[in-house]
């Protein structure tokens, strides 16, 4: 007997998309000035890890809400939210082993390193891959506007 699906939250994945949006639209502050203005304010860092971290931290609970609608696909680790998304066909392969990755494991890192996280790190993060959020994004508002095509409902 198939186990029952799910359908997705809406309001739930709206939500997150918003936390999304208002910590990148704090980011786009930082970009395009120098590291030294960046590192001139220990504020900024404050506020630009905080942004970091919640963006990223909406983008993994964006996917766990996804793959916990299709049954037998439950990450157990951050680590395996892109691989499971790309099985399903939710984001393309490349975005999945590259960008997405590389998001899960920078969100690994604020939450269990972040006292090892430097202030330049978050500023090339900044000036160099904000690109790949909203490209997430992207493939998430697809899945919004046409769920069954992902073979998913939504309420």
Do not use: C, W
């Not at 203005?37 to 919640?54: G, K």
């Not at 269990?112 to 500023?123: A, C, L, P, Q």
Request: glycine share 4%.
């Amino acid at each position: 007997m198939p186990k029952h699906k799910s359908p997705l939250n809406r309001d739930v994945l709206q939500t997150r998309i918003s936390y999304i949006e208002d910590s990148l639209k704090s980011l786009e502050r930082f970009k395009g000035i120098t590291y030294s203005e960046f590192n001139s304010n220990p504020d900024t860092f404050r506020i630009a890890f905080y942004d970091l971290h919640r963006a990223l931290e909406a983008v993994m609970d964006i996917g766990t809400h996804i793959l916990s609608r299709i049954p037998g696909n439950r990450p157990t680790s951050h680590k395996d939210i892109p691989k499971l998304l790309e099985k399903n066909k939710i984001i393309p392969a490349d975005f999945a082993m590259n960008s997405l990755s590389k998001m899960a494991g920078y969100r690994n890192g604020m939450v269990h390193f972040y006292g090892e996280i430097t202030e330049r790190e978050i500023y090339d993060i900044i000036q160099e891959e904000l690109e790949d959020i909203y490209t997430y994004l992207s493939y998430i508002n697809e899945v919004l506007k046409n769920p069954a095509h992902f073979n998913l409902q939504i309420v």
